[in-house]
T-cell receptor
Framework: ETGVTQTPRHLVMGMTNKKSLKCEQH?????MYWYKQSAKKPLELMFV???????ENNSVPSRFSPECPNSSHLFLHLHTLQPEDSALYLC?????????????FGPGTRLTVL | SQQGEEDPQALSIQEGENATMNCSYK?????LQWYRQNSGRGLVHLIL?????REKHSGRLRVTLDTSKKSSSLLITASRAADTASYFC???????????FGKGITLSVRP
């Protein structure tokens, strides 16, 4: 266990559904991240939160909406997704101090959009 | 090509052999990290090498960094079937909170 949990582990949704992914870190870190991992492609950074403030939005479509209510929790709200959004969504956290950004990842949510 | 690009893309070796994986990056870095991912799981941090370091060891892992060539290598000695996984390098410029990952190397260790 890395100290980062994600729920659900698997999610199947239709294109008209609304769902949310949840991430929680138990490490006392001050930064949290959402990544998208698709087959044969590099890991894509979607959003970064530093001390609960969003510091990065990597040109992600508005059908993905992040929320960070506190430094331990991170959500990704999904609505009107497309089949090409099917992927493994990974959450990570890190302690941004001392110049070294070692990230701890959750197990991921396998999302399938029908 | 991508920042943090690994080669080969796939590697298959016999248990007991050494596995060498390479990574190249484009811009100046503060540090370079290697991660491992078992199928369908999250990434696990393996080792970090700072820009002023040339070599680092951790158990059966040996990482080298050549900043003049903007490249790094990960050596796994005496490989085991349990080492079968995907391995990613990630470059950290230190300027912001971002890591840039490559596409990864799929390592298969045959028993």
């Amino acid at each position: 266990e890395t100290g980062v949990t994600q729920t659900p582990r698997h999610l199947v949704m239709g294109m008209t559904n609304k769902k949310s992914l949840k991430c929680e870190q138990h490490l006392g870190h001050n930064a949290m991240y959402w990544y998208k991992q698709s087959a044969k492609k590099p890991l894509e950074l979607m959003f970064v939160y530093n001390f609960k403030e969003q510091t990065e939005n990597n040109s992600v479509p508005s059908r993905f909406s992040p929320e960070c209510p506190n430094s331990s929790h991170l959500f990704l709200h999904l609505h009107t997704l497309q089949p090409e959004d099917s992927a493994l969504y990974l959450c990570a956290s890190s302690q941004l101090s001392g110049g070294y950004n070692e990230q701890f990842f959750g197990p991921g949510t396998r999302l399938t959009v029908l | 090509s991508q920042q943090g690009e690994e080669d080969p893309q796939a590697l298959s070796i016999q248990e007991g052999e050494n596995a060498t994986m390479n990574c190249s990056y484009k811009t100046s870095i503060n540090n370079l990290q290697w991660y491992r991912q078992n199928s369908g799981r999250g990434l696990v941090h393996l080792i970090l090498i700072r820009s002023n370091e040339r070599e680092k060891h951790s158990g059966r892992l040996r990482v080298t960094l050549d900043t003049s060539k903007k490249s790094s290598s990960l050596l796994i000695t005496a490989s085991r079937a349990a080492d079968t996984a995907s391995y990613f390098c990630a470059s950290d410029t230190g300027a912001n909170s971002k890591l840039t990952f490559g596409k990864g190397i799929t390592l298969s260790v045959r028993p």
